[in-house]
């Protein structure tokens, strides 16, 4: 076994290598942490409810850009099966889908703000529908449209609800 009287002898006859190993040794974890420090301090960092509302602004991004596109289908498909908006079901709200990107052509959905509470969000906005003919703008969620403000989160995915009232 080597006593330690020995080791510094050692270390002794190098001044240099003990100098720089002892600062290396001692100032590694210190950078270390000042490098974990910087990099927190510098990235975002998401919690659940803020990768809540960035998915539902998604889904609300889609939902402009199905107006756009004539794409009805995407708008059905964000539906969750228990549907119920005002006294309609998924069924209702896929007849008024193919109606309302028959009677408009653009959709914009400005100044949104998303409350989310465990794994049921709500969103407004001003929204704007634009048709050949007309062109209306509504704060939502309204008593008239409303049926795209409403969210639950189920299987991991964000789906239009409605308001649950008949």
Not at 9 to 33: H, N, V
Not at 86 to 103: A, E, F, M, S
Not at 122 to 130: C, G, K, N, R, V
Request: glycine content about 6%.
């Amino acid at each position: 076994m080597i006593g330690l009287s020995k080791l510094p002898e050692k270390m002794a006859d190098e001044p240099s290598i003990k100098k720089k190993g002892y600062r290396i040794q001692k100032s590694t974890p210190l950078f270390l942490l000042c490098l974990l420090i910087l990099l927190f301090s510098c990235s975002e960092v998401t919690g659940p409810e803020e990768a809540a509302r960035i998915q539902i602004n998604n889904l609300l991004n889609e939902i402009e850009d199905a107006v756009l596109l004539y794409e009805p289908e995407t708008v059905i498909d964000m539906l969750h099966y228990d549907f119920l908006h005002n006294g309609r079901d998924k069924y209702d709200q896929t007849l008024i889908w193919y109606q309302r990107i028959l009677t408009f052509n653009t959709m914009y959905l400005q100044n949104r703000e998303i409350q989310v509470d465990d794994h049921y969000a709500e969103a407004s906005f001003e929204m704007t529908l634009i048709g050949v003919d007309t062109t209306l703008v509504t704060q939502e969620p309204s008593q008239e449209f409303g049926d795209i403000s409403f969210f639950v989160r189920e299987g991991g995915k964000w789906q239009l609800y409605g308001n649950q009232r008949y």
